[in-house]
Nanobody, 118 residues
């Protein structure tokens, strides 16, 4: 079955950490760029971080220095380590697989909720 499945979301206090994981199946994982996006209530979906098939990373300015994206091609997973979380990081987080310099998505996960609140 072709799918991406996210896990690891939850409720965390400001300043805390969470690690999201996305498991891919049914695709040749190693050839695709992977990304994490998020969508807060009433807002558009925005890019959080991407990692190329070769491991080059890119981050939104709002998460630089706090979030780290990584991939394991042997396990077909892409993770997002989130530290120093802020209330404004609250959103549904989605992973995707994409191709091309314009990050054309070929597959999305179903999303996982992250809530940062005291």
């Amino acid at each position: 079955q072709v799918q991406l499945v996210e896990s690891g979301g939850g409720l965390v206090q400001p300043g805390g950490s969470l690690r999201l994981s996305c498991a891919a199946s049914g695709i040749i994982f190693r050839i695709y760029g992977m990304g994490w996006y998020r969508q807060a209530p009433g807002k558009q979906r925005e890019l959080v971080a991407t990692i190329t098939s070769g491991g080059i990373t890119n981050y939104a300015d709002s998460v630089k220095g706090r979030f780290t994206i990584s991939r394991d091609n042997a396990k077909n997973t892409v993770d997002l380590q989130m530290n120093s979380l802020k209330p404004e990081d609250t959103a549904v987080y989605y992973c995707n697989a994409h191709i091309g310099i314009d990050l054309r998505p070929i597959l999305w996960g179903q999303g996982t909720q992250v809530t940062v609140s005291s």
